[in-house]
């Protein structure tokens, strides 16, 4: 079946500009999280959603970056006036729903790069 | 931030050879688990091992847990050059069950 896709798989774009990042979860996972991982590092969590509201918004670095959730199903991760320290690669992880015990289940992430 | 971290940081092996990576965390788990990416993209699970749990196993992988140490190994055994990938330790803590990673290990198999 159809796993986690994100779109754009790359995204360039200069310093100052917004920039929008999709996530489409495996159909009828109810949890969905995004990480941020920069190069050379693991993985840093920055929000997390079950169904469409986000419980956990910790991780977020900064007042820029912002995310919803529509339909229990497509969620999208904004940054607004991009960075250079925003540039990594934005991975989407689905679940069946929140319990500790099942497993996430990963995009191929989308690299953004600011210039 | 990131509390796990993972050791070595590097592996390099020969094709046919086990590899052990370790991987340390610093407060009280749900459960522990271990990734594999290739190519900086998407990742893989490969393993779960939840905090009452000692020891799992899974084809050619064997995960232990120490919570006494705060520590994980992984094990692949009879490696090939496609093990060849970065390998990451996350464990979960919250309710919510959002992974906290630790950096990650290269391991490069050598054919």
């Known amino acids: 079946g159809a796993g986690v896709s994100q779109s754009p798989s790359n995204k360039v774009t200069e310093k100052g500009k917004d920039v929008e990042l999709r996530c489409d979860p495996i159909s009828g996972h109810t949890a969905l999280y995004w990480y941020r991982q920069r190069l050379g590092q693991g993985l840093e969590f920055l929000i997390y959603f079950q169904g469409n509201s986000a419980p956990d918004k910790s991780g977020l670095p900064s007042d820029r970056f912002s995310a919803e959730r529509t339909g229990e199903s497509v969620s999208t991760l904004t940054i607004q006036r991009t960075q250079q320290e925003d540039s990594a690669v934005y991975l989407c992880a689905s679940s069946l729903d929140p319990g500790s015990y099942n497993e996430q289940f990963f995009g191929p992430g989308t690299r953004l790069t600011v210039l | 931030s990131q509390q796990g971290e993972e050791d070595p940081q590097a592996l390099s092996i020969q094709e046919g050879e086990n590899a052990t990576m370790n991987c340390s965390y610093k407060?009280?788990?749900?459960?522990l688990q271990w990734y594999r990416q290739n190519s900086g993209r998407g990742l893989v699970h490969l393993i779960l091992?939840?905090?009452?749990?000692r020891e799992k196993h899974s084809g050619r992988l064997r995960v232990t847990l120490d919570t006494s140490k705060k520590s994980s190994s992984l094990l692949i055994t009879a490696s090939r050059a496609a093990d060849t990938a970065s390998y990451f330790c996350a464990n979960t803590t919250g309710a919510n069950s959002k992974l906290t990673f630790g950096k990650g290990i290269t391991l490069s198999v050598r054919p």
């Open positions: 091992i939840r905090s009452n749990e």
């Open positions: 407060t009280s788990i749900n459960n």
